[in-house]
């Protein structure tokens, strides 16, 4: 039975799509069976392992949705042999329309999901940025999720709306959703703002915060260009490095957590204290902070 996890944040340019693109790709590389869900209209995640637009045009992700063909036509295969992708284009935008007036509109993915959920490991979903009627689909029919974060002063804008979509998600929709952890992306390893805020989060956010943390890279910029995740292209860089990395915590973790090793903790409970701890990162003066040359 696959694990589900829902790659979500409000805010744009955080990183969604290429740590959804690379995680996956990654955790094929394990041998891991990862089918990555492209849910943003945008279609970055189809176009970065290069699929061409008239190769799904009639069937993807948004004709599903929509009822219009099971799941699995809309599904396509990678250059990696355990990697799939279930793409989409801008037809996807009207989909949030579409859904409304039908009846079950918040479960049309995770219904979908219960023809092809026996034949991978591991479903990443690529959430558009917003918290809309695509992404309450995502968390209703995900076991979990990720926040993708920027190490920068803006980190915490939105976190706590975030957040209160989940708990009204986990109350009225999907109680078992639980909070895999906070990524943290386009760091840069030169600058001492990045790594005081890093420090900062880590600090209060503790185990919440995932230990691997995701470069600024230049071949993570360039390898959606060439159709590739980074691994395919270029598995020597700091990028590939850090997303092998970050599949191998996963797939730690969750193997720790199904040993039955230690009690895991409640998710909710953790949710709130970062609801609590909020507050204070925002009162930070990031301002003094340096930036190293």
């Known amino acids: 039975m696959a694990k589900i996890i829902a790659m979500m944040n409000q805010k744009g340019g955080v990183g969604k799509t290429t740590s959804s693109v690379n995680l996956a790709a990654c955790l094929a590389v394990a041998e891991k069976r990862t089918l990555l869900i492209d849910l943003d209209p945008q279609g970055n995640g189809s176009i970065s392992i290069g699929l061409a637009k008239e190769t799904f045009a009639q069937k993807n992700i ?12 809309a599904i396509y295969h990678s250059e990696l042999p355990c990697f799939d992708i279930c793409p989409s284009d801008n037809n996807l935008a009207g989909a949030e329309i579409e859904l409304v007036s039908l009846i079950a509109r918040e479960s049309k993915l995770k219904n979908a999901f219960r023809t092809i959920e026996k034949d991978y490991d591991y479903i990443i979903i690529d959430c558009p940025p917003s ?33 209160n979509t989940v708990k009204i998600i986990r109350a009225s929709l999907n109680p078992d959703l639980e909070l895999d952890g906070i990524l943290l992306t386009m760091f840069d390893s030169r ?51 850090a997303y092998l990395s970050l599949a191998k915590e996963l797939i ?41 040359q």
């Open 252 to 292: 730690l973790k969750e193997r720790f957590k199904n040993s039955g090793a230690s009690k895991i903790e409640e998710p909710v409970k953790a949710e709130d204290e970062i609801m609590n701890i909020i507050p204070s990162l925002e009162n930070i003066n990031f301002d003094e902070m340096t930036v190293e």
């Open 62 to 73: 948004y004709h599903a949705l929509i009822g219009q063909i099971p799941i699995k036509e």
């Open 191 to 241: 600058s001492g703002l990045h790594k005081q805020v890093a420090n900062e989060i880590k600090t209060h956010f503790g185990d919440v915060v995932f230990n691997t943390i995701i470069p600024r890279n230049v071949k993570l910029a360039e390898c959606p260009s060439f159709g590739k995740p980074v691994i395919l292209y270029d598995i020597e860089s700091k990028g590939s490095e």
């Open 131 to 163: 918290l809309g009627l695509l992404t309450v689909n995502a968390l209703n029919a995900a076991h979990s999720y990720i926040i993708p974060m920027q190490t920068e002063y803006l980190a915490m804008e939105g976190l706590a709306q975030l957040l």
